[in-house]
């Protein structure tokens, strides 16, 4: 069955330092996002992509994020100056179609920690 | 705004017990709901949806029915085993927004 993948699993790294995170949508699909979870807390929303482009962002992306989807199958989360903060597992996720009735499929998460 | 509220964990049973872990939500406009579940060491995998009121949705033993009228949607299960232990999470979606909105997370434990 076909699944979403994320890579690294786990990250570490300095405060102030770049990372890029990974993901490999379900090959047909053709809607991404990104979500994080900070640990005991919700899973929250960061951003949705479409056609190459944000579809909807939340207060939480702000001029530090960035998406991109470099080639065919890659879809990439970049922080570029990592805060405390952003410790958190994140999420990525597609579907096949628009619409509140279609299922979102998740990848395992990479859990970033920030020193 | 959107919310989901979910009943506080950790929830522990023993094996065979009945399951019931409480998802209430506000909204505008008709969501979907779902139920996400999430192994440890895994990613949130689908366990369930309904996508208007009165569905129930299934999977596993599982169940949970879209009850507008109390804008709930609890998820049970009859006898629930020892690799049910998992976080549960009840999410929607609002039909013209891209995003999923989640609850916490019901940390099941069932014991042997």
């Known amino acids: 069955e076909p699944e979403v993948t994320q890579t690294p699993s786990h990250q570490v790294t300095q405060m102030g330092q770049e990372v890029i995170l990974r993901c490999v949508p379900i090959s047909n699909h053709l809607y991404f996002y990104w979500y994080r979870q900070i640990l005991g807390q919700k899973v929250e929303f960061l951003v949705s992509?479409?056609?190459?482009?944000?579809?909807?962002k939340s207060e939480i992306f702000d001029d530090q994020f960035s998406v991109e989807r470099p080639d065919g199958s890659n879809f990439t989360l970049k922080i570029r100056s990592t805060k405390l903060e952003d410790s958190a597992m994140y999420f990525c996720?597609?579907?096949?179609?628009?619409?509140?009735?279609?299922?979102?499929?998740f990848g395992p998460g990479t859990r970033l920690l920030v020193l | 705004g959107d919310s989901v509220t979910q009943m506080e964990g950790p929830v522990t049973l023993s094996e065979e017990a009945f399951l019931t872990i409480n998802c209430t939500y506000t909204a505008t406009g008709y969501p979907s709901l779902f139920w996400y579940v999430q192994y440890p060491g895994e990613g949130l995998q689908l366990l369930l949806k309904?996508?208007?009121?009165?569905d129930k949705g299934s999977n596993k033993g599982f169940e949970a029915t879209y009850r507008k009228e109390t804008t709930s949607f609890h998820l049970e299960k009859g006898s629930v085993q020892v690799s049910d232990s998992a976080v549960y999470f009840c999410a929607l979606g609002i039909q013209g927004a891209q995003k999923l909105v989640f609850g916490q997370g019901t940390r099941l434990t069932i014991n042997p």
């Open positions: 996720a597609s579907r096949i179609r628009q619409g509140a009735r279609e299922t979102q499929y």
């Open positions: 992509f479409y056609n190459n482009e944000i579809s909807e």
């Open positions: 309904a996508t208007k009121a009165d």
